[in-house]
């Protein structure tokens, strides 16, 4: 079984299973970052990202997912996490997409949340769309190593995704979001 | 249009070795992606990471690990990085895997998280976030067994992910 994420390599630059489709770092604050006009001819998608927000008085804050700009309490998602203390899991269903936490203004300089989220069949026009992310930080305010997985519950294909930081906050500078397609055979 | 991911390096090994180095890693990527598979070790031991021959103590780590009804969760300021943990059961033993993402490997303005997942199903899972509280472009990335070696057989291999 390959392992989590690893679908194609080329050794020679050849054309593989996983193509960039787009890249945006920040060079200053930013509520939200969104892919658009997501070609369909992928099977799958993948988000690779490394976050951090400028939410005061705190070190994390939420990352939001919504799928072409659905805002709306049309998702759910369980997490199971582990804190460096303890091991826990959560769920929530009807609520906003949550898919991962950011770090936050009261982490340890310099520390981002890496992130790694892949969108399976999202121009299925059968299914609902469920995210499955790995992400984690560690710092002085705390740790998180944490899966999670986050469904939107419509059938429509994905042709937008947004990335919007939780609590009101922004992404600061630096935040690097990134979208691949993953060919099918 | 070219392959986001690429092969940059790969080593079975032909005789046991208690550490594995890459070095003299390219720049020209956004992610690195490390994958041990087939891991077969001497004795009871523990898959560590360090970067760019780094020995302070400039490795943070929290892993979450579930072992049957067991789970648990650490967190440790360590010289090191520890991505795994093998419980020898025979010679002949394998499934044991690692995946290693380290995301935004030459970023200046950013310690290096990675992010990692270890599995044999025999044994258990773990997943662990690892940061190098460093903002060095990683050039050297060293696999280290605790103690005893990895023995011949187990696979390396690093990728390099484009952005």
């Given at each position: 079984?390959?392992?989590?994420?690893?679908?194609a390599?080329?050794?020679?630059?050849?054309?593989?299973a996983?193509?960039?489709?787009?890249t945006?770092?920040?060079?200053?604050?930013?509520?939200?970052?969104?892919?658009?006009?997501?070609?369909?001819?992928?099977?799958?998608?993948q988000?690779?990202?490394?976050?951090?927000?400028?939410?005061?008085?705190?070190h994390?804050?939420s990352?939001?997912?919504?799928?072409?700009?659905?805002?709306?309490?049309?998702?759910?998602y369980?997490?199971?996490?582990?804190?460096?203390?303890?091991?826990?899991?959560?769920?929530?269903?009807?609520?906003?997409?949550?898919?991962?936490?950011?770090?936050?203004?009261t982490?340890?300089?310099?520390?981002?949340?890496?992130?790694i989220?892949?969108?399976?069949?999202?121009?299925?026009?059968?299914n609902?769309?469920t995210?499955?992310?790995?992400h984690?930080?560690?710092?002085?305010?705390?740790?998180?190593?944490?899966?999670?997985?986050t469904?939107?519950r419509?059938?429509?294909?994905?042709?937008?995704?947004?990335?919007?930081?939780?609590?009101?906050?922004?992404?600061?500078?630096?935040?690097?979001?990134?979208?691949?397609?993953?060919?099918?055979? | 249009?070219?392959?986001?991911y690429?092969?940059?390096?790969?080593?079975?090994l032909?005789?046991?070795?208690?550490?594995?180095?890459?070095?003299s890693?390219?720049?020209?990527?956004?992610?690195?992606?490390l994958?041990?598979?087939?891991?077969?070790?001497s004795?009871?031991?523990?898959?560590?990471?360090r970067?760019?021959s780094?020995?302070?103590?400039?490795?943070?780590?929290?892993?979450?690990?579930?072992?049957?009804?067991?789970?648990?969760s650490?967190?440790?300021?360590?010289?090191?990085?520890?991505?795994?943990?093998?419980?020898?059961?025979?010679?002949?033993?394998?499934?044991?895997?690692?995946?290693a993402?380290?995301?935004?490997?030459?970023?200046?303005?950013?310690?290096?998280t990675?992010?990692?997942?270890?599995?044999?199903?025999?044994?258990?899972?773990?997943s662990?976030?690892?940061r190098?509280?460093?903002?060095s472009?990683?050039?050297?990335i060293a696999?280290?067994a605790?103690?005893?070696?990895?023995?011949?057989?187990?696979?390396?291999?690093?990728?390099?992910v484009?952005?």
């Amino acid at each position: 079984m390959l392992p989590w994420g690893i679908l194609a390599a080329s050794g020679s630059g050849a054309a593989g299973a996983m193509e960039l489709i787009s890249t945006t770092i920040l060079s200053t604050t930013s509520t939200s970052v969104t892919f658009s006009s997501i070609p369909a001819t992928y099977k799958h998608l993948q988000i690779r990202a490394t976050t951090r927000t400028d939410r005061s008085g705190i070190h994390v804050a939420s990352v939001i997912a919504s799928c072409n700009s659905d805002m709306s309490s049309n998702y759910s998602y369980h997490q199971l996490y582990g804190t460096g203390s303890a091991v826990g899991s959560y769920g929530l269903a009807n609520t906003t997409g949550y898919i991962a936490t950011a770090t936050a203004a009261t982490q340890t300089g310099s520390v981002f949340t890496s992130l790694i989220s892949t969108l399976l069949d999202y121009a299925n026009t059968t299914n609902y769309k469920t995210f499955r992310t790995l992400h984690g930080f560690t710092g002085s305010a705390g740790h998180n190593i944490e899966l999670s997985s986050t469904n939107w519950r419509n059938t429509a294909a994905v042709s937008t995704l947004t990335l919007t930081a939780g609590s009101g906050s922004n992404f600061i500078a630096g935040s690097r979001f990134s979208l691949y397609g993953i060919k099918g055979a | 249009m070219a392959s986001a991911y690429k092969a940059l390096a790969n080593l079975t090994l032909s005789s046991s070795a208690s550490t594995v180095t890459f070095s003299s890693i390219s720049g020209n990527y956004r992610d690195l992606v490390l994958v041990i598979s087939d891991i077969k070790m001497s004795t009871d031991a523990t898959v560590y990471i360090r970067y760019n021959s780094d020995t302070g103590s400039n490795y943070n780590q929290v892993f979450m690990s579930g072992q049957g009804s067991v789970t648990a969760s650490q967190s440790a300021n360590s010289t090191r990085f520890d991505i795994g943990y093998y419980t020898y059961a025979s010679t002949t033993d394998t499934g044991f895997n690692i995946e290693a993402d380290i995301l935004d490997y030459t970023a200046t303005d950013k310690h290096k998280t990675a992010i990692v997942r270890s599995n044999r199903a025999s044994a258990g899972t773990e997943s662990f976030a690892a940061r190098w509280a460093s903002t060095s472009a990683i050039t050297t990335i060293a696999l280290i067994a605790s103690t005893g070696t990895f023995s011949s057989g187990t696979k390396f291999a690093l990728y390099g992910v484009t952005s």
